[in-house]
């Protein structure tokens, strides 16, 4: 049966007022990994990466009660560096004006901005209370502020997928 009209333009205002994507606007978790490691006798997760501004993803990664943070920024700012005397970063500026700090702490990636950084519980704690205001992403070569995002309250959704 073809739908009249009106089941069409409702249908389209339904799917602008509720995005069908579960990834933007649920606390739905997605994970690329969720396992127990036999080996290291810890659980694995992984999240998909969630898109969050333009050409920025962020991915959760727990291992055991150790958590991190991985932050992608699909432009070249140099390297993402752990060296102390270049050390890259990332700040998130939350709409409630606190600043979270995270320090690179894997291994140097260079080219696109892939970084990846430890995951305290008061940062988890602190990202829960407002949705995010802008990011600052800090290379080697340069750095870059984000003030477009398009998932404000991607941490205060997303964090539990991880505790």
Known sequence: MIPTEHEVKNEIANKETFPSSPLKTST????????FDPIDKVKLIRTEPFTIAEN???EFFKSGKNRSIFFN?????GCASYLPNNRSFVKVVL?????ITFY????M????????????????????KAPIKSLVFHG???????????YKTFFIDKIACIE
């Open 28 to 35: 739905t978790c997605n994970y690329a990994i969720n396992e």
């Open 56 to 58: 920025v993803t962020v």
């Open 73 to 77: 920024l699909f432009e070249d700012l």
């Open 95 to 99: 709409e409630n004006n606190k600043t």
């Open 104 to 107: 690179h702490t894997w291994d």
């Open 109 to 128: 990636y260079c080219g696109e901005f892939i970084f990846k950084a430890t995951l305290s519980s008061l940062q988890m704690n602190l990202l829960k």
């Open 140 to 150: 080697t070569k340069s750095s870059k502020e984000i003030t477009t995002i398009t």
